[in-house]
């Protein structure tokens, strides 16, 4: 079955605690990106990948880091969370292929709260 | 800068009334458009989109959405809702051309009550 796994699904840390979220897909595809999703906000691109070793930011990657360092996975770092990254994060994954418009699928979502 | 703007950030309705949930984007060359709905608790999952064609695009329970060049407009209607279909939904559109990314409205929350 095509699909995106995320883990861990749930998630409460404390500030400054280094933690890492990780997503694997196995669809074989090159892009895969990281959103975070807050409440009014919609949700936001904070990095993506094109390929491994290929990693480029997104709208909001301000505390964050990811690595691509094989194609299925790409996991999303907080090296020292803050509160204001409590939100609700989701990986997705894109075709290539034009014909499919770049649509991506997506994760089921890892909700993190930081105290 | 490419956009996508949802109208509404709330829509309740009544259980079998119509309804349109709005989306304007920013006009390109080539537009992609895709609906993305979440459940309660769930993630996104795609429920229709738009390449090129046919400018009425439908989804399987019974969601069509239009899309309209002239208005820059891809609306979102069912004629009869159920209280399942209380989501939210997220209309959405590839960033420029390498579609390395999806940029996405604020979500509007439809609520349908009996």
């Known amino acids: 079955e095509a699909q995106v796994t995320q883990n861990p699904r749930y998630l409460i840390t404390v500030t400054g605690k280094k933690l890492t979220v990780t997503c694997s897909q196995n669809?074989?595809?090159?892009?895969m990106s990281w959103y975070r999703q807050d409440p009014g906000l919609g949700l936001r691109q904070i990095y993506y990948?094109?390929?491994?070793?290929?990693?480029d930011k997104g709208d909001v990657p301000e505390g964050y880091k990811v690595s691509r360092k094989e194609k299925r996975n790409f996991p999303l770092i907080l090296e020292s969370p803050s509160p204001n990254q409590t939100s609700l994060y989701f990986c997705?994954?894109?075709?290539?292929?034009?014909?499919?418009?770049?649509?991506?699928?997506f994760g089921p979502g890892t909700r993190l709260t930081v105290t | 800068a490419q956009s996508v703007t949802q109208l509404d950030s709330q829509v309740p309705v009544f259980e079998e009334a119509p309804v349109e949930l709005r989306c304007n984007y920013s006009?390109?060359?080539?537009?992609?458009l895709f609906w993305y709905v979440q459940y309660p608790n769930q993630g996104l999952q795609l429920l229709l989109k738009?390449?090129?064609?046919?400018?009425l695009v439908e989804s399987i329970n019974g969601f069509e959405a239009e899309f309209n060049k002239s208005q820059t407009s891809f609306h979102l209607r069912k004629p009869s809702v159920h209280i399942s279909d209380t989501a939210e939904y997220f209309c959405?559109?590839?960033?420029?051309?390498?579609?390395?990314?999806?940029?996405f409205g604020k979500g509007t929350t439809l609520s349908v009550s009996s």
């Open positions: 997705a994954s894109t075709s290539t292929e034009r014909a499919l418009g770049y649509e991506q699928y």
């Open positions: 669809m074989n595809h090159e892009y």
């Open positions: 990948s094109m390929n491994v070793e290929v990693t």
């Open positions: 006009s390109s060359v080539s537009v992609y």
């Open positions: 738009y390449l090129s064609g046919s400018t």
């Open positions: 959405a559109r590839p960033r420029g051309q390498a579609g390395t990314a999806l940029i």
